[in-house]
């Protein structure tokens, strides 16, 4: 696809602002631009760095919709208003790359590469497969081999690309202590990829070493694949659970329904009250402009680093849990005191009770009382009255859902930060103000009253 070169204007400096002025004149190709932080991420590229030339967004064109349907849904997002309110002119500068990530060179075709191998001088690698019930295999082949031909192709650009690769805090959660830095997996990438064909369980045990779930095993594997393969000018970013956002583009906006964001709606419709965790667990949780901001400020340091002959890979731990701690029961019981957004989908007249127990027996007495009885009474007068029972089969949803996210409410993790601190204290006051993720200021309160908002106004998280 031919891009859309935008010249370069005076007004698109700031003599104020290092980070505005190194994005501008540069394009910038982008992973998972459509997922809820990439949507985040390309909005504030183009409302604050304004001189960007051009941002080239991978798109996959599904059974359902084609490439030119989706970038048309795409850039109809909400997301999107101030950019379109302020200048409209400036959303030309999205050219969709049509592409997959488990394809040869990510399915991008000869003269979109070409473009890119010219043009790009910084590379984000959003993309993933957030799916915790994956193979081995499969998480394997959508999140980690496409990083590493990601890489190969950054190899090949003209400009030499800065690249930032967003993996995530819980990849190395076999550890209770999580530094900035990239761990070993113990065995070599070949010695893994040779053994991904067996799907044997004991053998994919080893290999997560305690982790969970393959998602987070085949995320510290594509860490590892991006410090084998750059000495320099690449960064890795680590955010914790990525909500709604705190300011940019809209206070509290949300896209998707999966996670966090469910569990919350399940409650706040009455639901989901009975949890499985420890109450006094800090539930790390992250705005997504945050992410985005930190993501933006990463490059700009990594290339500082490169013109200083700084080495290695440098890594960011985008977390609140050690600056501006929260547990989970706080969380969710601040959540559900601001239900009255989900209106006449919630079930019950007095605010509920969100209950966290750590004991298990506990637990399912308390969740077979107030879930599954009830639950069971309202499908019994479905019947009765010849409509289609649901509710059990919601529940079972829930449940399932639970039980994947449990675990995160039953162990604690310290996420370290210097890095992510010590670039806060390295920019400059205008920069700290348009790109902040100081997780010290946020407001829990306030903040959680515009994450219910924006997940009711999402979509219905029960089903």
């Given at each position: 696809?031919s891009?859309?070169t935008?010249?370069?204007?005076e007004q698109?400096?700031d003599?104020?602002?290092?980070i505005v002025?190194?994005y ?7 992973t ?9 991420l ?23 919709l ?9 850039l109809?997002?909400?997301a ?16 969709p ?18 473009t ?71 065995v070599?990438l070949?010695?893994?990829y040779d ?14 070493d ?16 991006v ?14 659970i ?24 399940a ?10 965790g ?9 705005p ?19 013109l ?15 600056r ?7 969380i969710?019981?601040t ?38 009885i ?12 010849r ?9 079972h ?5 639970s ?10 993790f ?9 670039l806060?204290r ?11 993720f ?26």
């Amino acid at each position: 696809m031919s891009a859309n070169t935008v010249e370069t204007d005076e007004q698109f400096t700031d003599n104020n602002s290092p980070i505005v002025n190194f994005y501008s004149g540069k394009s910038v190709f982008v992973t998972g631009a459509t997922g809820f932080l990439g949507t985040v991420l390309v909005e504030k590229l183009l409302f604050s760095c304004k001189g960007i030339n051009n941002i080239y967004i991978l798109i996959k064109q599904t059974e359902d919709l084609t490439i030119e349907a989706r970038i048309l849904n795409y850039l109809n997002s909400k997301a999107f208003h101030r950019v379109k309110n302020t200048n409209p002119e400036l959303m030309k500068k999205i050219i969709p790359i049509c592409g997959n990530l488990e394809d040869k060179n990510l399915g991008i075709s000869d003269s979109d590469m070409k473009t890119l191998l010219e043009e790009v001088s910084i590379v984000f690698h959003l993309a993933a497969k957030l799916l915790f019930k994956m193979s081995l295999t499969a998480a394997v082949n959508i999140n980690t081999k496409p990083t590493e031909q990601l890489i190969a192709i950054c190899k090949k650009m003209r400009r030499n690309p800065i690249f930032i690769y967003v993996s995530s805090a819980y990849s190395n959660v076999n550890k209770q202590i999580i530094d900035e830095k990239v761990y070993s997996t113990g065995v070599p990438l070949e010695t893994i990829y040779d053994t991904l064909n067996t799907e044997n369980t004991r053998i994919t045990d080893i290999l997560l070493d305690k982790r969970p779930n393959t998602y987070t095993y085949s995320k510290a594997l594509a860490e590892v694949v991006v410090e084998k393969e750059f000495d320099e000018s690449a960064a890795i970013v680590r955010p914790s659970i990525i909500v709604s956002s705190i300011r940019e583009p809209i206070p509290g906006w949300m896209s998707g329904s999966h996670g966090f964001p469910r569990v919350v709606g399940a409650a706040c419709e009455g639901l989901l009250l009975r949890w499985h965790g420890d109450s006094t667990v800090v539930f790390d949780v992250i705005p997504v402009d945050h992410v985005a901001n930190l993501i933006i400020a990463a490059a700009w340091e990594s290339n500082e680093r490169r013109l200083m002959g700084n080495k290695g890979v440098k890594v960011y731990n985008c977390c609140s849990g050690l600056r501006n701690p929260i547990d989970v029961s706080t969380i969710m019981n601040t959540c559900l005191k601001y239900r009255k957004y989900f209106g006449t989908r919630t079930l019950s007249i007095f605010t509920p009770r969100f209950i966290v127990k750590k004991n298990y027996f506990i637990y399912k007495l308390l969740y077979f009382t107030y879930h599954t009885i009830p639950a069971a009474i309202v499908d019994g007068f479905f019947w009765l009255t010849r409509r289609t029972p649901m509710m059990l089969n919601t529940l079972h949803k829930l449940s399932k859902l639970s039980s994947v996210l449990e675990y995160f409410t039953l162990h604690q993790f310290l996420f370290l930060d210097s890095n992510v601190r010590g670039l806060l204290r390295r920019m400059e006051s205008t920069d700290r103000q348009t790109f902040n993720f100081d997780v010290t200021e946020i407001e829990w309160e306030p903040y959680l009253q515009n994450c219910v908002r924006g997940i009711a106004n999402n979509c219905d998280y029960s089903m």
